[in-house]
């Protein structure tokens, strides 16, 4: 008997990262090995197991020219590129320190998600013109000051509580609650940003998106749980959330965030052909924002999203903590 490729991982029937993740409740238990198996290997990357993306989903010569355009994608994916592999390397941390077979299986196949988006967003910059034997020391030049400032600090809290507090749930409250919680609308926009100019870019954002979900939802459930059977691990967890605000408040992200946002406000007007009046959500047409107004956006979805999640782990004093607008 076949079984059916699940909704949420499906390519078509997938919702988008920001509504799937305030929406669906998924369990370390439900996406287990077989699940990540069907689901994803065989579900969402069916025909985008190399790139990211089909032969049809192209990268257009726009994206190959020199300028602020092709300039702001290669910031962007590089540095989300060593996001990724950073991110990757942290959560074999996760995999060795997890409290139960169920958590240590889904890290597995969260550590094997950020691992193919570090690699599909890297080989893009390949696929843009960047030559293949050049690719590691372009990307570890245009990212050493974002991984020394941004990336270092936040995956260092993560593995203290993991490595060396021995506090596995604290790390994925971390992970989940700071690290990809404040990232995913950064990707949310990305995805439809990039949706008409880099169709390539655009699935590939896509695949991630729908992995993230997953990465979302399960990391909730797991703090959920624990916090349900274990009521007293509340006050530990309400230090290290008030403790990650401390820390986000004191990282320079935004300088990143803007300087490709500048470039990309640059590139959209030379190639306002391509964009016309497609809109970056209703009623918003991409080519009347600014690169401040798109920054702002992606703040206020955070907080939506952090709202919707922390209203369901339970830990309703948290959201005015971690609210940045
Ligand atoms: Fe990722
Ligand atoms: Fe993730």
């Given at each position: 008997m076949t079984l059916p490729i699940p909704a949420e991982t499906d390519w078509d029937k997938a919702p988008g990262l920001l509504d799937g993740a305030m929406n669906l409740d998924l369990s370390a238990e439900q996406c287990n090995l077989a699940y990540w198996f069907r689901?994803?290997?065989?579900?969402?990357?069916?025909?985008?197991?190399?790139?990211?993306?089909?032969?049809?989903e192209i990268t257009p010569e726009h994206m190959r020219t020199d300028g602020p355009l092709r300039d702001a994608q290669i910031l962007e994916l590089g540095c989300r590129s060593i996001a990724e592999e950073e991110g990757t390397r942290a959560l074999a941390y996760y995999v060795a320190h997890a409290t139960g077979i169920a958590e240590m299986d889904f890290f597995a196949t969260q550590l094997m998600d950020e691992a193919r988006h570090s690699m599909v967003f890297r080989n893009h910059l390949v696929e843009m013109g960047i030559p293949a034997d050049e690719l590691r020391s372009t990307i570890t030049k245009l990212s050493a000051d974002y991984k020394r400032e941004v990336l270092d600090p936040i995956l260092e809290f993560a593995l203290r509580a993991v490595r060396?507090?021995?506090?596995f749930i604290g790390a994925v409250a971390i992970f989940t609650i700071i690290i990809e919680g404040v990232l995913a609308p950064a990707a949310e926009l990305s995805e439809r940003k990039w949706n008409l100019i880099d169709p390539a870019a655009s699935a590939i954002a896509r695949g991630a998106a729908i992995d993230e979900i997953r990465h979302l939802t399960v990391g909730s459930s797991i703090v959920k749980q624990h916090l349900d059977r274990n009521p007293t691990y509340r006050d530990r967890l309400m230090d290290i959330i008030t403790r990650g605000r401390k820390l986000w408040d004191e990282i320079p992200d935004k300088k990143y965030i803007m300087e490709r946002e500048h470039l990309f406000q640059e590139g959209m007007h030379q190639h306002a052909h391509l964009i016309g009046?497609?809109?970056?959500?209703?009623?918003?047409r991409l080519l009347d924002t600014t690169a401040e107004e798109r920054y702002a956006t992606a703040e206020r979805w955070t907080d939506k999203m952090a709202a919707t999640r922390l209203a369901y782990m339970g830990l309703d004093e948290a959201i005015e903590i971690l609210r940045l607008t």
């Open positions: 689901g994803v290997a065989q579900g969402t990357l069916r025909d985008r197991a190399e790139s990211g993306h089909t032969a049809d060396e507090e021995g506090d009046d497609y809109e970056l959500f209703p009623g918003q």
